[in-house]
């Protein structure tokens, strides 16, 4: 279905806009996801907005492609005005289009762990830019996924989407709690990789198996002692400056590309 809608007081407009808030994510359960690029993401891995708003005063050939997605998929196209666009998203240079979807998140029973030698597992993260550009070290590496361990920050946030780059969208978003995740793992097979400070193993002296599951702690502080003792090994990267840490995401990509290179090279 086509409509117009130019208004800022229009009630959907105000329901669209509300996403931006977990409270109102989770009630729901939608998000939005903005921008060509990250759209065009979600429709390549056959994920299709339940509702389209487009730039009525641009037009690019990418556009298309989703409207024709969104038609067949029996989802609204809202046509509207970059100021609309801009007061949904929060971001005064407003995207071209804008999405909403319905929650992607898998549970952990539906996971097949022997689908990809890597997977990645976060526990207690607290930043939306470090999640999503987790999700798009996923997506490099051929990761199979991201557990989201405990309290961890919002993958549905519009930054954190806007961060993944359209990531979100090739990566499955499992979130549990540390129980749920440790028995799920230890009833299969996987080696439980953690990255940590406390430890003299370094992270390219580790013969990495697979399936690996590379398990980040909270950025400030980094694993509980009890998680760091539930893996099979920790490794940690060589600092040579006075910097004792790099930042959690930035690790993590280390780390899953060196058991991306090991089993490469084999």
Same mark, same amino acid.
């Given at each position: 279905m086509h409509r117009e809608i130019t208004g800022f007081s229009n009630p959907l407009i105000k329901r669209v806009r509300s996403l931006r808030e977990k409270k109102h994510r989770k009630r729901e359960k939608k998000f939005i996801a903005?921008?060509?690029? +990250?759209?065009? &993401?979600?429709? &390549?891995?056959?994920?299709?907005? &339940? +509702?389209?708003?487009? /730039?009525? /005063?641009?037009s690019h050939p990418?556009? /298309?492609?989703i409207i024709s997605a969104v038609e067949e998929g029996g989802g609204d196209i809202i046509k509207t005005n970059s100021d609309i666009i801009s007061k949904i998203t929060g971001k005064d240079n407003a995207q071209m289009a804008v999405g909403i979807f319905a929650d992607i998140d898998t549970d952990i029973g539906e996971i097949d762990r022997d689908s990809a030698n890597i997977w990645m597992a976060v526990q207690d993260m607290r930043d939306p830019g470090n999640l999503g550009t987790m999700m798009r070290t996923g997506d490099a590496v051929g990761s #199979? #996924?991201?557990?989201? +361990?405990? /309290?961890?920050?919002?993958?549905?946030?519009?930054e954190a989407v806007r961060a993944s780059m359209g990531a979100l969208f090739t990566q499955k978003i499992v979130r549990c709690s540390w129980t749920e995740f440790i028995t799920w793992l230890r009833s299969g097979n996987g080696q439980l990789v953690g990255t940590s400070l406390n430890t003299d193993h370094d992270y390219q002296n580790v013969t990495y198996s697979v399936p690996a599951f590379v398990l980040t702690g909270n950025e400030a502080r980094g694993l509980p002692e009890n998680y760091e003792k539930a893996c099979d090994i920790l490794t940690k990267i060589p600092m040579m400056g006075k910097a004792d840490s790099l930042n959690a995401a930035i690790s993590n990509a280390v +780390?899953?590309?060196e058991i991306l290179n090991q089993h490469r090279r084999k």
């Amino acid at each position: 279905m086509h409509r117009e809608i130019t208004g800022f007081s229009n009630p959907l407009i105000k329901r669209v806009r509300s996403l931006r808030e977990k409270k109102h994510r989770k009630r729901e359960k939608k998000f939005i996801a903005e921008g060509l690029r +990250i759209l065009t &993401e979600a429709r &390549e891995a056959g994920y299709i907005p &339940e +509702i389209l708003f487009i /730039d009525q /005063d641009n037009s690019h050939p990418l556009t /298309d492609l989703i409207i024709s997605a969104v038609e067949e998929g029996g989802g609204d196209i809202i046509k509207t005005n970059s100021d609309i666009i801009s007061k949904i998203t929060g971001k005064d240079n407003a995207q071209m289009a804008v999405g909403i979807f319905a929650d992607i998140d898998t549970d952990i029973g539906e996971i097949d762990r022997d689908s990809a030698n890597i997977w990645m597992a976060v526990q207690d993260m607290r930043d939306p830019g470090n999640l999503g550009t987790m999700m798009r070290t996923g997506d490099a590496v051929g990761s #199979g #996924g991201l557990f989201l +361990i405990d /309290d961890c920050t919002d993958p549905f946030s519009v930054e954190a989407v806007r961060a993944s780059m359209g990531a979100l969208f090739t990566q499955k978003i499992v979130r549990c709690s540390w129980t749920e995740f440790i028995t799920w793992l230890r009833s299969g097979n996987g080696q439980l990789v953690g990255t940590s400070l406390n430890t003299d193993h370094d992270y390219q002296n580790v013969t990495y198996s697979v399936p690996a599951f590379v398990l980040t702690g909270n950025e400030a502080r980094g694993l509980p002692e009890n998680y760091e003792k539930a893996c099979d090994i920790l490794t940690k990267i060589p600092m040579m400056g006075k910097a004792d840490s790099l930042n959690a995401a930035i690790s993590n990509a280390v +780390i899953c590309y060196e058991i991306l290179n090991q089993h490469r090279r084999k």
